[in-house]
């Protein structure tokens, strides 16, 4: 079993060694320096594998050895160079985990107060007021709100505006990868029931009303499916974005 760990930009559960949190886009750290490391460290192998065969490195001349050498050194730098810009734009927009102390003042303030919204908006039973909240803490201002009352209602509430949003999609005659893995994901959110209890109240009945009729008539997933896919997927509390976009995916042509 894989050992897990607590995402420390939203709370999900996560696995350790994976690069970047499904739920939110925290980039892992210590997973992705990891993951770099290794393949540098496997670009690096190449290198000395070809430095062993010295006589195909002969027989296919200087200039050949030449552009190898060449061609691994640029990859390597591209390599390095992706890694920093896809580093700088997963965290440009993502709440911050170091704070100084009149930051920690002004983020402590925020996190009442969005606390208090979502619990009003929580009594209201007011989706997109909540789904606002959640995504201007996270999105605009780049405050983590993970704890405050009603924050699995805030999540679910985000995750449902966005599946309205994408639904159209499904009435285009080709849909894409990326089209596809989104829609599957938020449904499968609310499927697995991932807000819990917090939520049970305001979506269990969206769960019954309109998440599965989409899923078993506009997917074509079946109850047998979705319970054989709940071991792959399931981490609870949470579901696991890039384990649906692998159990699912050869599914996406079937969307209509």
């Known amino acids: 079993m894989k050992e897990m760990m607590v995402c420390p930009n939203c709370g999900a559960q996560i696995e350790k060694d994976i690069t970047k949190c499904p739920y939110c886009g925290y980039i892992n750290k210590e997973a992705a320096e990891k993951k770099f490391r290794e393949d540098l460290g496997e670009i690096q192998r190449n290198i000395e594998e070809t430095k062993k065969e010295p006589q195909k490195a002969l027989v296919k001349g200087i200039t050949g050895g030449t552009k190898v050498i060449l061609i691994i050194s640029c990859i390597l730098i591209l390599l390095v160079a992706l890694f920093f810009v896809l580093l700088y734009i997963d965290t440009r927009d993502k709440p911050k985990l170091f704070l100084t102390a009149k930051e920690q003042e002004y983020a402590s303030a925020y996190v009442l107060m969005a606390g208090e919204q979502l619990d009003e908006a929580y009594e209201e039973k007011d989706i997109q007021?909540?789904?606002e909240i959640f995504d201007k803490a996270y999105s605009e201002d780049r405050v983590s709100i993970w704890g405050v009352p009603h924050y699995e209602a805030g999540f679910a509430s985000s995750?449902?505006?966005k599946l309205q949003k994408c639904l159209p999609n499904l009435d285009k005659e080709d849909i894409s990868n990326h089209e596809?893995?989104?829609i599957t994901y938020y449904c499968f959110y609310f499927y697995y029931r991932a807000y819990g209890d917090d939520g049970a109240e305001i979506f269990n009945p969206i769960r019954?009303?309109?998440i599965l009729p989409i899923i078993t008539e506009r997917l074509g997933f079946t109850v047998e499916d979705m319970e054989g896919f709940r071991e792959k997927v399931w981490f609870p509390?949470?579901?696991n974005?890039?384990?649906v976009h692998k159990v699912t995916?050869?599914?996406y042509k079937n969307y209509h």
């Open 241 to 243: 974005r890039s384990k």
């Open 180 to 182: 596809a893995e989104e």
């Open 129 to 131: 007021r909540m789904a």
């Open 237 to 239: 509390p949470n579901v």
């Open 159 to 161: 995750c449902y505006m």
């Open 249 to 251: 995916k050869k599914y």
């Open 208 to 210: 019954e009303d309109e």
